[in-house]
């Protein structure tokens, strides 16, 4: 947290993103748990996703591999990104939540 000034309430304080990143980790894998069709398909969801200050990694190899054939394969890129509208609503109210005025956020996926 940094310190921003002084007030007659004592010192504002405004969250840094590194702050929030097992918050956001939690808010993903909750996520995923409410999602039947990602639920039923991805084998440990904690390391599906990895949440750290430079980026949100997502490991397309905890996929089930018919799951991995059927969408991924064969439109890696397109998945990707239809993926990334799916989760978008979850970043959205994370940043409302804490205050952050975020701009946006680096995303990685993995498949190997």
């Given at each position: ?11 504002l ?83 409302k ?5 975020a ?10």
């Amino acid at each position: 947290m940094q310190r921003l000034g002084y007030t007659a309430d004592g010192y504002l304080r405004q969250l840094e993103y590194r702050d929030t990143v097992k918050l956001l980790q939690e808010k993903l894998v909750l996520f995923l748990r409410l999602n039947e069709k990602l639920r039923n398909n991805i084998a440990d969801k904690h390391r599906f996703v990895n949440n750290t200050a430079e980026a949100i990694e997502f490991n397309l190899m905890q996929f089930s591999e018919a799951y991995r054939e059927k969408f991924i394969l064969p439109d890696m890129e397109g998945y990707c990104l239809r993926f990334i509208e799916l989760i978008n609503p979850v970043l959205i109210g994370f940043v409302k939540e804490i205050g952050f005025d975020a701009q946006g956020f680096s995303l990685r996926f993995r498949l190997w």
